[in-house]
C-alpha cells in the first residue's frame, strides 16, 4: 500500500557543509565574497586552493597554489575581492595573487 512504499523513501540529503575559512582578512574576504555569490563551490574550487602570505598598509599578498590559480581569482574575483579586503580593513587595499613559488609537494 501507499504508506509503506512512502517509508522506504531514502532520507533527505544532508545540506552541505560550509567551508571553513581562515581566520584572517582574506578569509573573511572570502567568506563575504561567496556569501555574496551564493555559490560555496567558488571556494572549493579556487579560493581553497589560495592562502594570505602578508598583509602591509596598502596591500594583501596572496598565494595560490599555481599559475593558473592566480590568474583565474585574480581575473574573475579580484576586483570584488579588492573590495570586500578595503572594506573589512577600512582602508585601500590593493589586492596580489601570486603563484607558489618553489618545488611542488610530491
Do not use: C
Not at 20 to 36: I, K, N, S
Not at 40 to 55: D, H, I, K, Q, V
Not at 88 to 97: I, S
Request: glycine share 4%.
Amino acid at each position: 500500500d501507499m504508506a509503506t512504499a512512502h517509508a522506504a523513501e531514502p532520507p533527505a540529503p544532508e545540506a552541505p557543509q560550509l567551508p571553513e575559512y581562515p581566520d584572517d582578512l582574506w578569509g573573511r574576504a572570502v567568506a563575504a565574497f561567496v556569501a555574496e555569490r551564493g555559490d560555496p563551490r567558488l571556494y572549493s574550487s579556487w579560493l581553497a586552493r589560495t592562502a594570505l602570505e602578508a598583509e602591509t598598509e596598502t596591500a594583501i599578498e596572496v598565494t595560490a597554489e599555481d599559475a593558473f590559480v592566480a590568474e583565474w581569482v585574480t581575473k574573475k574575483y579580484g576586483d570584488s575581492l579588492t573590495a570586500h579586503l578595503s572594506a573589512l580593513a577600512g582602508r585601500p587595499l590593493t589586492l596580489h595573487v601570486n603563484a607558489h613559488a618553489g618545488p611542488r609537494p610530491r
